[in-house]
């Protein structure tokens, strides 16, 4: 067709199950169903991009005049566009252990009522547990004659304890997802954990904010990875201008310790088989020896951008591919954890995080820890609430000192344009010099 | 014209569900928008979106059920996916569906003179660059959209409610070197938005803030502006007004009725038929017919916010707060425009911390209300005009111990999202700084 130079087809079907247990009343439970489709046709100038709500494949003149009013709508478009080569070739899904499918929601429910039920404390005031089950179909085809399908099937759960005294109120918050089965009934007792952190939390005091030694834990020091390092070597942002690692390839922003890694292959809760635009995924060293080294890319950023690799495009079901992160880690070193408290000496310990956010153009991020302690002596003692840290990407990557060998993937979910996708991010424990935490305790 | 458009299926859908149970209730909306996104100073993708979806909810003993499909001629399997979903609920204390109730008819948010195509788009991407040209700063990306959809709500007590809303939504970032600037505006109207000032606004901040310095830690007085203040108020203290938030335990003010909770100043509420506003509704979600809910009087705490589920549980009425976040779920309790009010001032007369925007404000403990936030596009300010910019720094504090020193609010009002908001001035607040 005139002008149209590329096009690719991303539809998505498939089922939502979900179930919310609230102080043990099953507010809702159920299935809902879904079929979204999204057409990218290349014209000269940029793209013209169709979402379509419950696509019916078609072919001939039905799918040409879909490509016309795509081709239509890049008339607007300015710029032009390049995309580069990639390899193709998709991975195999991990198998599943247990599909949830084949668990009935009565069988669901009850297991979520345990874990629900084992959050049950005298200081926990509401107890909320939250099952969400997808299951999507992917067909992907281009105008190059590619053409993928695979299945995949994401499950798991949170438990929220909230506990209170005196008006004090503070919550515990849990959460296990997966993309290897069905995962309720290794997990029962898992409200007891959130239970006792809450209740815990009735006494911990806040920190005093400054500048000191913080130890993260590998769940934390993998979100301090994805905020400080994943967004800002994200392409498409690097392209635009507006990351503080555009042109450093090859600088040195960190130790020789610190190699920071994003794998969509990696078979985690960010895992992919094959990218959002049909090329084949691959791991990128951001971060090699303390050293910007690479880029995570989409077709078109690659061809403008260069220094990395295509293969991070992920999209919602109808919704355009964006470069986005996977499975973003720190690489373990070879220090024991002991070491790294034994170094750190007096400073804090943070645990767990209530997520965090970066602007890549100004270099800052902040981050939040759900708790930690006082370290003393090595030793961790008081325990602490809300918690921030907040940094600047070209500067503080040089705080982290020791890397210790026990690196941990923890599942969560990213946003970014409007669009949230599955990621996990990990570490191992780190040691990190000069943190600056906010707080609001005062001596 | 006739508002409620007949759709045959819909009339049969209610007609099978009452078979099965007791009460049923169908969402449907059906829309398409536009968009054209920026890279640099040049459109880069244009984007056509046909939404549609359907949701069902069904009561039957107590027992609430629900299920979603963007295929409505799939309404057969949904409506047998949402009363097996029934099956699995608690059985609880449910009062009923509102019945159909004569309201006016002119839509509140539909603006009939907005062209949702590309060109129109594109004219609105040319007018935010043209304001962005007015500093030197360096366009990054920018976006504009369009939207048209009409939603309808039945149910089986014979409600056939059915309007129209329009949507425009902008936004600009530029920066300078390592200073970065954003805006945004967005309305159901096009005559309610700004394109060239939403073009300098972002080339200003970004401008304005570099060259920043840092400062000590310390204690402040800090001005709010309506954005930075929208991130705390929304993650935080608005929530701790969801009725059900409170009978579950999880809000601070569960046993606050009758007491001062803020400054004796300020006044919260949802006003839904606030002229021009964006949340301007004369239903609910669940179809009850909307009215001012007075959240907070003077710093006295009055009400709640209330959807028929909670209200039915602990013997309350609905306030009209049902909203639905799309076609999917159940409805859940929010508001339509959330104001914050009260005596209006000069609040930047005196040298004052201006804080224009945060980041991380999502981080929050929405239980505690304890935040630490680094700030963006802070500036001291005096005699109403930005002095020297701050480089960077955090803010730490707590949103709700916040709202009970608030020192004035300014008389400029701003839209964010549902939110209707002045800039807040708070003395004494704890910034630690790099």
Wanted: hydrophobic content about 35%.
């Amino acid at each position: 067709m005139d002008g149209i130079s590329y096009y690719d087809l991303r539809h998505v079907t498939g089922e939502v199950t979900h179930i919310d247990i609230d102080n043990s009343i099953v507010e809702s439970a159920g299935t809902s169903f879904f079929n979204k489709a999204i057409l990218r046709v290349l014209d000269k100038t940029g793209w013209g991009i169709l979402q379509i709500d419950n696509y019916t494949p078609c072919s001939g003149e039905k799918f040409d005049e879909l490509l016309r009013k795509a081709s239509r709508l890049a008339g607007i478009t300015q710029e032009s566009v390049s995309l580069g080569d990639v390899s193709r070739g998709i991975l195999p899904v991990p198998r599943l252990l247990e599909d949830p499918r084949d668990v009935s929601i009565e069988e669901k429910s009850s297991l979520l009522a345990a874990v629900e039920k084992s959050a049950m404390h005298p200081d926990v005031v509401n107890r909320r547990a939250n099952y969400v089950e997808r299951a999507e179909k992917v067909r992907f085809s281009d105008s190059s004659g590619n053409e993928y399908s695979y299945e995949m099937s994401r499950s798991g759960f949170n438990v929220l304890a909230v506990a209170s005294r005196n008006g004090n109120i503070q919550m515990g918050y849990e959460r296990e997802h997966t993309i290897h089965g069905f995962n309720l009934r290794q997990h029962l007792d898992l409200g007891k954990k959130a239970a006792e952190i809450a209740v815990a939390l009735l006494d911990a005091k806040a920190v005093k904010g400054g500048k000191m030694q913080a130890v993260l834990d590998p769940e934390l020091a993998g979100v301090f990875a994805h905020e400080a390092v994943g967004h800002a070597s994200e392409g498409d942002l690097v392209q635009e201008g507006n990351s503080v690692l555009k042109g450093r390839i090859g600088q040195r922003i960190g130790n020789d310790t610190l190699t920071i890694v994003d794998d969509p292959g990696l078979p985690e809760f960010g895992f992919d088989p094959v990218d959002a635009e049909g090329a084949a995924v691959k791991r990128t060293e951001i971060i090699r020896g303390g050293i910007v080294n690479a880029y995570l890319h989409t077709r078109e950023s690659l061809a403008a951008v260069g220094d990395g690799v295509a293969g991070h495009a992920r999209a919602m079901p109808g919704e355009p591919p964006l470069v986005r992160m996977s499975n973003t880690f720190i690489e373990s070193g070879d220090s024991t954890a002991e070491e790294i408290f034994a170094e750190c000496r007096r400073g804090i310990f943070l645990k767990g995080s209530r997520g965090g956010q970066v602007d890549p153009g100004r270099g800052i991020f902040q981050f939040n820890a759900e708790y930690g302690y006082l370290v003393e002596d090595g030793q961790c003692t008081q325990m602490i609430r809300d918690v921030s840290l907040s940094g600047e990407i070209l500067t503080t990557l040089h705080g982290i000192v020791l890397c210790g060998n026990d690196r941990m993937m923890s599942p969560g979910y990213c946003g970014k344009g409007g669009q949230s996708v599955p990621v996990s991010d990990g570490a191992p424990h780190i040691l990190l010099n000069d943190a600056v935490v906010g707080g609001s305790g005062v001596d | 014209m006739r508002w409620w458009v007949a759709v045959a299926w819909i009339e049969e859908l209610i007609k099978e569900g009452q078979k099965s149970v007791d009460e049923v209730e169908v969402f449907f909306v059906k829309g398409t928008s536009v968009s054209a996104d920026l890279r640099n100073q040049k459109i880069s993708l244009a984007t056509t979106a046909y939404d549609c979806g359907l949701g069902i909810r069904t009561i039957h003993e107590g027992r609430i059920g629900s299920s979603s499909t963007n295929n409505p001629d799939q309404w057969r399997e949904c409506l047998t996916a949402a009363i097996a979903s029934g099956r699995l609920a608690t059985p609880m204390k449910w009062d009923e569906l509102p019945d159909a109730r004569q309201l006016a008819q002119d839509p509140l948010t539909f603006d009939a003179g907005m062209i949702i195509d590309p060109a129109t788009a594109r004219r609105l991407l040319e007018e935010m660059l043209a304001g962005a040209a007015e500093h030197p700063a360096t366009v990054t990306s920018g976006s504009a959209g369009l939207s048209g959809a009409e939603v309808t709500l039945a149910n089986s007590h014979g409600v056939r409610y059915t309007d129209r809303h329009t949507g425009i939504s902008l936004s600009l970032e530029a920066i300078v070197s390592q200073s970065t600037g954003y805006e945004f505006d967005h309305s159901w109207s096009r005559d309610r938005v700004n394109p060239a000032m939403v073009g300098e606004r972002a080339t200003f901040f970004a401008c304005e803030s570099a060259e920043g310095k840092d400062i000590p830690s310390g204690d402040y007085d800090i001005l709010l502006s309506p954005l930075a203040y929208a991130e705390l108020l929304g993650n935080v203290f608005v929530p701790a007004l969801n009725g059900r938030n409170v009978h579950a335990g999880r809000s601070r003010f569960a046993s606050c009725l009758g007491t001062a909770v803020t400054d004796p100043q300020i006044s919260m509420y949802d006003d839904p038929l606030m002229p021009g506003a964006n949340g301007s509704s004369r239903w609910d979600a669940e179809g009850t017919p909307t009215r001012r809910v007075d959240f907070i009087r003077d710093g006295i705490l009055e009400s709640f916010a209330y959807d028929i589920r909670t209200a039915s549980r602990y013997g309350k009425k609905s306030t009209a707060n049902a909203v639905r976040g799309g076609y999917g779920g159940l409805p859940s309790i929010g508001h339509h425009n959330f104001v914050v009010n009260g005596k209006r001032d000069t609040v930047d007369d005196e040298r004052i911390l201006y804080v224009h925007n945060m980041v991380g404000a999502h981080t929050a403990n929405p239980m505690s209300g304890e935040f630490s936030v680094e700030l963006s596009n802070a500036f001291w300010m005096e005699d109403g005009a930005f002095q020297e910019p701050v480089r960077s720094a955090m803010l730490s504090g707590n949103v709700f111990d916040l709202h009970k020193v608030i020192g004035g609010m300014s008389r400029e009002t701003r839209t964010i999202g549902s939110l209707v908001l002045p800039s807040v001035k708070i003395p004494k607040q704890h910034i630690i700084g790099k």
